[in-house]
């Protein structure tokens, strides 16, 4: 769980980013962004640890937890985008 955590964190961090410093109309173009982030940072974090056994359990787990936060994120700031004039 040490190198899971961490991923949780960050998306958690990069997301409430997103929802400060972006344009309401943009928030839907940026999660996947974020998304693609926590995939690079959970195979980054992975390299670092010298534990073999287990690597696709914690990279599943990492990036479960981010496609969940991200999911809960998105509905919070999705009707925010539309009502801004995101378009799909």
């Known amino acids: ?6 991923v949780w964190i960050l998306t958690i961090l990069a997301v409430v980013a997103v929802g400060l410093f972006v344009s309401p ?4 173009v940026f999660m996947p962004v974020v ?5 690079l940072l959970s195979f980054g974090i992975q390299l670092v640890v ?8 914690r990279v599943s787990a ?9 999911a809960v994120a998105t509905v919070v700031l999705g009707p925010l985008a539309f009502a801004a004039g995101a378009k799909l």
């Open 35 to 39: 998304l693609g982030l926590a995939l």
């Open 62 to 70: 990492s990036l479960g937890g981010a496609v969940l936060i991200l």
């Open 1 to 6: 769980m040490r190198s899971v955590v961490p």
């Open 25 to 28: 109309a943009s928030f839907l």
């Open 50 to 57: 010298t534990e073999r056994k287990g690597f696709v359990n």
